[in-house]
């Protein structure tokens, strides 16, 4: 696109000309990572990005790659209450962070992609990427941190669930994972671990 090639050749004042990076992410969603760091941290631009291509939201800064509307914008908000799937099992993703600007996307494209596909749609299925990253563990993913995602063994629940117990916004990753992983087992649901080149997730 004409706004795309334009952008990735622009000079700083180009790239920070929201007129400009608009009409390049409305072409391109990709476009978003060629934008001023300003512009990549707003939130008109980053809807605009990943309504036009999902997997672009690992572009965006200023934590708009966990905001709600940008997650629902992209198609990987799952969390709906009010969402009607015909299967009552309930599914679960394991895979790799892939909501950062130097990780791979496969994880949101097949997240994406289980959204189309005729029977995979069915079944409401949690993407860990569309959820929250705190977590308990300085860490994150030290195997020999003592949290095991229960209220027992994480240190910072207690605080951090709605008033059902259920995971919320700032929840340690341990434990909305665990929590989704026993609602999928409680359904007779699944779970799909997503093997990329450099291991699975």
Request: glycine share 6%; proline share 3%; with cysteine.
């Amino acid at each position: 696109s004409k706004s795309g090639r334009a952008l990735k050749y622009a000079g700083e004042t180009m790239k920070s000309d929201k007129q400009v990076v608009l009409a390049a992410v409305k072409q391109d969603g990709n476009n978003l990572k060629l934008a001023a760091n300003a512009l990549r941290e707003d939130k008109d631009v980053v809807l605009a990005a990943v309504r036009n291509t999902g997997v672009a939201l690992k572009f965006a800064l200023g934590n708009l790659n966990q905001d709600p509307d940008c997650l629902k914008a992209s198609g990987l908000w799952d969390e709906e209450e009010g969402d009607h799937y015909s299967r009552q099992e309930q599914a679960i993703l394991s895979v790799k962070f892939s909501l950062a600007e130097q990780s791979t996307p496969y994880a949101t494209q097949f997240a994406l992609a289980m959204k189309k596909d005729p029977y995979l749609k069915h079944f409401k299925t949690y993407n860990p990427n569309a959820w929250c990253k705190e977590s308990c563990d300085p860490e994150f993913t030290n195997i020999n941190y003592p949290c095991r995602g229960t209220l027992a063994t994480c240190t910072n629940q207690l605080v951090n669930t709605t008033a059902e117990g259920r995971p919320c916004a700032t929840s340690c990753w341990r434990f909305a994972f665990r929590f989704h992983q026993e609602l999928s087992k409680d359904t007779n649901g699944f779970m799909i671990q997503v093997q990329e080149s450099g291991g699975l997730g």
